[in-house]
């Protein structure tokens, strides 16, 4: 099994900074693929970006440029900077590890950005 718990979400001015991290325990295998989505309210859950453990990188257009997905191997934690939020970035924030077929979860963590 793998556990997710992501971090550093709040409450931030529209054009700040937040960074999101995502630490990774459980059986984590070296080849995967870590990522995050985002969900707002009334909206479906969209990805956001993701990062193989090859160094890949895959962006949602609507965040390319602003936001850098990183991951420290090591340590099993994907992170994600965002930088020029905007309100529409506003959403509750999933990473998820995808390994050996299967796919994994966090809780989520709240981002609010306000105008």
């Known amino acids: 099994q793998v556990q997710l718990v992501e971090s550093g979400g709040g409450l931030v001015q529209a054009g700040g900074s937040l960074r999101l991290s995502c630490a990774a325990s459980?059986?984590?295998?070296?080849?995967?693929?870590m990522g995050w989505y985002r969900q707002a309210p009334g909206k479906q859950r969209e990805l956001v970006a993701t990062?193989?453990?090859?160094?890949?990188?895959n962006y949602a257009n609507s965040v390319e440029g602003r936001f850098t997905i990183s991951r420290d191997n090591a340590k099993n934690t994907v992170y994600l900077q965002m930088n020029s939020l905007k309100s529409e970035d506003t959403a509750v924030y999933y990473c998820?590890?995808?390994?050996?077929?299967?796919?994994?979860w966090g809780q989520g963590t709240q981002v609010t950005v306000s105008s």
């Open positions: 998820n590890v995808f390994q050996l077929g299967l796919l994994y």
């Open positions: 459980g059986r984590i295998f070296s080849i995967n693929v």
């Open positions: 990062l193989t453990s090859g160094g890949k990188t």
